[in-house]
Nanobody, 124 residues
Framework: QVQLVESGGGLVQAGGSLRLSCAASGGTFTWYTMAWFRQAPGKEREFVAAISRSSSATYYTDPVKGRFTISRDNAKNTVYLQMNSLKPEDTANYYC?????????????????WGQGTQVTVSS
């Protein structure tokens, strides 16, 4: 229903920063709860962060709390993930996701639309 395209990934040294962007098209952006997931080789896709339609609520997985910030610009149909103090264990393919329904769950099956992913590699 909505198309999502991530950008901003790359190679960074531990302790560095990156900002990921997810551009949405083909849907009414303000209807969507937006989220970021990540998947490392050989591991399951895991939730990273989510933001409500009006940005009134945000959620983070414990390993990124205090380091990552999710935000959205509804005028630009874009969601961002600011990643600071990056660690090697943050290395993964990062995916943008969207859903229109309300839910208390933040697993991969709780989101219906996905981007293609952008690779983040953090070296030590």
């Amino acid at each position: 229903q909505v198309q999502l395209v991530e950008s901003g990934g790359g190679l960074v040294q531990a302790g560095g920063s990156l900002r990921l962007s997810c551009a949405a098209s083909g849907g009414t952006f303000t209807w969507y709860t937006m989220a970021w997931f990540r998947q490392a080789p050989g591991k399951e896709r895991e939730f990273v962060a989510a933001i409500s339609r009006s940005s009134s609520a945000t959620y983070y997985t414990d390993p990124v709390k205090g380091r990552f910030t999710i935000s959205r610009d509804n005028a630009k149909n874009t969601v961002y993930l600011q990643m600071n103090s990056l660690k090697p264990e943050d290395t993964a393919n990062y995916y943008c996701a969207a859903r229109t329904w309300d839910s208390s769950s933040l697993g991969p099956t709780d989101f219906g639309s996905w981007g293609q992913g952008t690779q983040v590699t953090v070296s030590s």
